[in-house]
T-cell receptor, first 115, second 109 residues
Framework: DVKVTQSSRYLVKRTGEKVFLECVQD?????MFWYRQDPGLGLRLIYF???????EKGDIPEGYSVSREKKERFSLILESASTNQTSMYLC??????????????FGPGTRLTVL | EDQVTQSPEALRLQEGESSSLNCSYT??????LFWYRQDPGKGPEFLFT???AGEEKEKERLKATLTKKESFLHITAPKPEDSATYLC??????????FGKGTKLTVNP
């Protein structure tokens, strides 16, 4: 059974703190993604990675950075958390589009609150 | 710019009352159209991938269809446990998916 796990289900941080969200997949997928989901705005892509140490900006990268040192692990970093980064954060992974099956599999999400 | 639009935003059905959710897309060079189900507070769960116009896929009470401009998720004789938000996404020329904002389905007993 495919599995994407995220380090925390709920997280509360203070404004200005550095925040790390971690995601691990066990499917040997090349691609990994970080989204945030807000009511009325849907899923928005923050960053994605198509290989180890490779990354590409999504639609809303400002205020975020990422790290992918190992194939199975993709970290999202909030350098200095702000209240407008309070959101549900979702990690996903997929194989490359050269494969017959290219769907993204999602983790359970991390509900981050920045006070 | 690639775009996916879902309608309606919300749909209330009585148990057993069949209906359809719509997903209109303008995705250049569509390589796949994906449907997901999302329960409150959880990550989206993959349902179907459709690759070409005319394709259909079924799973229990759900059937997804695809034309050159839109996809439908047909729900036959729904049950309360089918209540969820259903997301549609298109993949064009990259690894990224373009998501719609979802349809929130409520099935009353």
């Amino acid at each position: 059974d495919v599995k994407v796990t995220q380090s925390s289900r709920y997280l509360v941080k203070r404004t200005g703190e550095k925040v790390f969200l971690e995601c691990v997949q066990d499917m040997d997928h090349e691609n990994m993604f970080w989204y945030r989901q807000d009511p009325g705005l849907g899923l928005r892509l923050i960053y994605f990675s198509y290989d180890v140490k490779m990354k590409e900006k999504g639609d809303i990268p400002e205020g975020y950075s990422v790290s992918r040192e190992k194939k199975e692990r993709f970290s999202l970093i909030l350098e200095s958390a702000s209240t407008n980064q309070t959101s549900m954060y979702l990690c996903a992974s997929s194989t490359t589009s050269g494969s017959a099956y290219n769907e993204q599999f999602f983790g359970p999400g991390t509900r981050l609150t920045v006070l | 710019e690639d775009q996916v639009t879902q309608s309606p935003e919300a749909l209330r059905l009585q148990e057993g009352e069949s209906s359809s959710l719509n997903c209109s897309y303008t995705v250049s060079g569509l390589r796949g159209l994906f449907w997901y189900r999302q329960d409150p507070g959880k990550g989206p769960e993959f349902l179907f991938t459709l690759y070409s116009a005319g394709e259909e896929k079924e799973k229990e009470r759900l059937k997804a269809t695809l034309t050159k401009k839109e996809s439908f998720l047909h729900i036959t004789a729904p049950k309360p446990e089918d209540s969820a938000t259903y997301l549609c996404a298109g993949q064009g020329g990259s690894e990224k998916l373009v998501f719609g904002k979802g349809t929130k389905l409520t099935v009353n007993p």
